[in-house]
């Protein structure tokens, strides 16, 4: 994927924040954009400034979207305050691993934000106070717990 400026930050453009079911609802929360930018910026110094950019996998939602996609009805995606995302390396085209950006997260944030880990992606929303959770699965945590675990998580957090 070629780097091109966005109209937001130099790696993100408001268009890629949008609801993902077309309802064109768009809004975003003024700090988020930075908030990414800045993980971008992180990773390109670490990379020696190699492409590296940022995919929205899920940014703002609008309440029947966010219904669909099994959204809590708290979701901070539904106030334009989140978005679940990879950053990827452009130059081999493989994703950072989910864990390293959520990593770099909690240390720039210790005590704000939320930062949700999943399994190949990072949700990080600007609410207050903070919020932290971890569904990634593993073969040690079995269906049944995970389920459970997910819809109580579901509930609170996403
Ligand atoms: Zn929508």
Request: glycine letters at 8%; hydrophobic letters at 30%.
């Amino acid at each position: 994927m070629e780097k091109r400026m966005g109209d937001m930050t130099p790696n993100l453009s408001r268009k890629e924040f949008a609801c993902q079911c077309g309802c064109g609802y768009d809004t975003v929360d003024y700090d988020l954009p930075d908030v990414i930018q800045n993980a971008v910026y992180h990773f390109q110094d670490k990379h020696q400034g190699l492409r590296i950019h940022v995919k929205i996998n899920s940014g703002t939602r609008c309440e029947t979207h966010n219904t669909n996609v099994g959204g809590s009805m708290e979701s901070q995606h539904l106030y334009g305050k989140a978005a679940d995302i990879v950053i990827y390396d452009g130059l081999t085209d493989t994703a950072i691993p989910a864990s390293k950006v959520a990593d770099y997260f909690e240390r720039i944030y210790p005590r704000s934000h939320g930062i949700g880990r999943y399994n190949g992606r990072t949700h990080i929303d600007v609410r207050e106070p903070m919020a932290r959770w971890d569904v990634t699965t593993d073969e040690d945590t079995s269906m049944h717990e995970k389920q459970w675990l997910n819809r109580m998580i579901h509930k609170f957090f996403t």
